[in-house]
């Protein structure tokens, strides 16, 4: 006779979600065959090569699968684990480790195969869910991939506790905004922040657990073993230099995965300078670090956007001059209130993409693109082609006086630049160092200009000949939404020229003065053909997600290097950006359906240049 199980616990199990059709009379069935079972923060639930004699169902906690190379993919609450292994009869195919504590049902194959008999729908409800994991396992990339956690620790470094300002600011962010939990654990005796986190989980609610540095160690440490997701919290105060690694850092950092930890770097306003990140992040291992200025309100929103797994990243493509279009989106975008959390690219979308995660405004960037491609000329000088075609001094003067000395970790916004090394035969994602020597190294064309060299001794040569829509890299950085910028070609490119006519070197060298026939393809044109044929090839072979991509048509007779045309490309990209979403907003208060709406309007345009 079955047993009598209480409302809250037969809804538990209806919370989960391989269970959430099934009637109470068969939830009931499920708990008499099946056993909960308490598993403790970095214990092995399942060990490589075992036998697959159970299946297991997370209640409570977050798990991790582990492969030869590292961990490869999180569980969490509702979710299986096991399943295909469990159903197919055979063994376990990698180690699953809890990250915190942690609950699940375990059901074994006897007692599944008695529940099935009794619970009509049950087979059909997990066979549903392992479709789904196939289909996942199908297509994920083999690198475990950032996830939003429901429970997160924010532990101050040092001594110190949480500054009074941050914790007002962005509890009233996180409360109005996305309907979370913030508390705040002092280190008071009496206080129970285990159970707190508990209870919210229970809930099905997420909590940020705000903990003051003076608190007990262990206790600390213990929190940081029960959240999904940790951010270490550094405040500098004017003058000073960054908290230095002390054990218990140490201690309450190994309680959570590298990919799971965040660092967050606190200044006392928007007046006060970046600076001196780099002492705050080169000891340390996380995922990513954000600035926040206490009084700046969207830096608390764009906080609490990362913890709630919904910032915005954007990357752009590279192009040259076309990336002009990709300055005249953005500003309709800010204009529209769309905020961006974070910025990357490749080649001229990562020199754009730097100069926005530095603050400059679209408007700005382009005065200074004219300023360095039309007045100074820094791509139209030729030299003795030993190294490179182009004689490189200019442009590297100018991008040190427009972006200055300043290094990547002291950028507002996270930025990164995708670059090819031809030292380690793969693409490099730049995300320390100078800002200025990082966009060089990903637009360094081949014999175009010069490779850009690290102080190690690394070639990098530009990002395109190996990613030039580098969606993977904001993919593996953060979790939430990205909008790609591509540009897209209209017509079949066809060139009536006679190959026979095409000059020898004499010729060639007399028509860098004199143009003459025939007119045949240059290599600037060759590139920025080929950089656009690339990237439609990526992204036809990558699944969006959700995230959304717009493709901005490139202008008519406007060449890869033609500066000069760049100011109308910006124009026209401002304002077709813009009409699409003046017109999404009046249909959706959502970001996301905007952009997926403005992807598919700009997509049927047929705007033709004036």
Wanted: charged letters at 25%; one cysteine or more.
């Amino acid at each position: 006779m079955a047993n009598e199980y209480s409302v809250d616990e037969i809804e538990g199990l209806r919370a989960v979600p391989v269970f959430s059709e099934l009637e109470p009379k068969v939830l009931g069935q499920i708990l008499d065959v099946a056993e909960r079972r308490s598993v403790g923060s970095g214990a092995l639930l399942i060990q490589r090569g075992d036998p697959a004699a159970d299946l297991f169902i997370v209640l409570g906690g977050r798990f991790a699968v582990v492969g030869p190379s590292g961990p490869i993919a999180e569980i969490s609450v509702g979710e299986p684990i096991g399943e295909l292994a469990f159903f197919a009869g055979g063994v376990r195919s990698a180690d699953v480790v809890a990250l915190r504590d942690s609950e699940v049902l375990v059901i074994s194959q006897e007692g599944y195969r008695e529940a099935a008999q009794q619970a009509a729908g049950l087979e059909r409800s997990i066979l549903s869910s392992v479709a789904g994991r196939l289909a996942r396992v199908t297509t994920a990339s083999p690198k475990l991939r950032p996830r939003p956690g429901r429970l997160v620790a924010m532990i101050a470094l040092g001594d110190a506790p949480v500054p009074a300002s941050f914790v007002t600011s962005f509890t009233a962010t996180m409360e109005r905004h996305t309907g979370w939990t913030v508390a705040r654990y002092e280190g008071g005796r009496g206080e129970d922040p285990l159970g707190l986190l508990r209870s919210s989980e229970a809930r099905g609610a997420g909590t940020v657990l705000l903990c003051d540095g003076s608190a007990d160690p262990a206790v600390l440490e213990r929190i940081a073993a029960n959240c999904d997701t940790l951010y270490l919290l550094g405040a500098q105060p004017e003058g000073e230099g960054p908290v230095a690694i002390s054990e218990a850092e140490h201690a309450i950092s190994r309680a959570v995965m590298p990919e799971n930890r965040h660092l967050i770097v606190v200044r006392g306003g928007a007046d006060v300078a970046i600076t001196h990140t780099q002492g705050w992040t080169e000891p340390r291992d996380f995922a990513l670090h954000h600035h926040v200025a206490l009084g700046r309100d969207q830096d608390f929103a764009r906080l609490s956007r990362f913890v709630t797994g919904t910032a915005l990243g954007v990357v752009l493509c590279g192009g040259g001059a076309f990336g002009s279009g990709h300055l005249g989106a953005i500003k309709a975008l800010a204009e529209h209130g769309i905020a961006i959390d974070m910025i990357g690219g490749t080649s001229a979308g990562a020199a754009v993409a730097g100069a926005i995660a530095m603050g400059l405004e679209p408007e700005r960037v382009m005065d200074l693109c004219e300023e360095v491609f039309v007045t100074s000329k820094a791509l139209r000088k030729p030299t003795v082609p030993l190294y490179s075609v182009i004689d490189h001094r200019t442009l590297d003067r100018s991008m040190k006086e427009h972006y200055g000395l300043r290094r990547i970790e002291d950028l507002p916004l996270n930025f990164f630049a995708a670059a090819t090394s031809l030292t380690r035969h793969d693409l490099s994602i730049l995300r320390s160092g100078e800002l200025w020597r990082a966009v060089r190294a990903s637009g360094s064309i081949p014999a175009l200009l010069p490779p850009m060299l690290s102080d190690e001794g690394e070639v990098f040569i530009d990002g395109a000949l190996i990613d030039n829509v580098p969606i993977s890299a904001m993919r593996d950085l953060k979790a939430g939404p990205n909008l790609v910028f591509n540009f897209r070609q209209e017509n079949e490119w066809r060139v009536r020229s006679d190959y026979d006519r095409l000059p020898g070197r004499f010729g060639a060298f007399l028509r860098l003065f004199v143009r003459r026939k025939p007119r045949f393809p240059k290599i600037f044109s060759i590139l920025s053909r080929t950089m656009i044929v690339s990237s439609r090839r990526q992204l036809e072979h990558v699944a969006m997600e959700g995230d959304v991509v717009i493709e901005l048509k490139t202008p008519h007779g406007m060449g890869f290097l033609d500066w000069t045309k760049g100011r109308r490309y910006f124009e026209r990209s401002y304002q077709e950006m813009s009409a699409a979403l003046a017109v999404a907003a009046r249909a959706s208060d959502d970001p996301m359906v905007q952009l997926a709406m403005v992807a598919e309007a700009i997509g049927k345009s047929d705007t033709r240049d004036n």
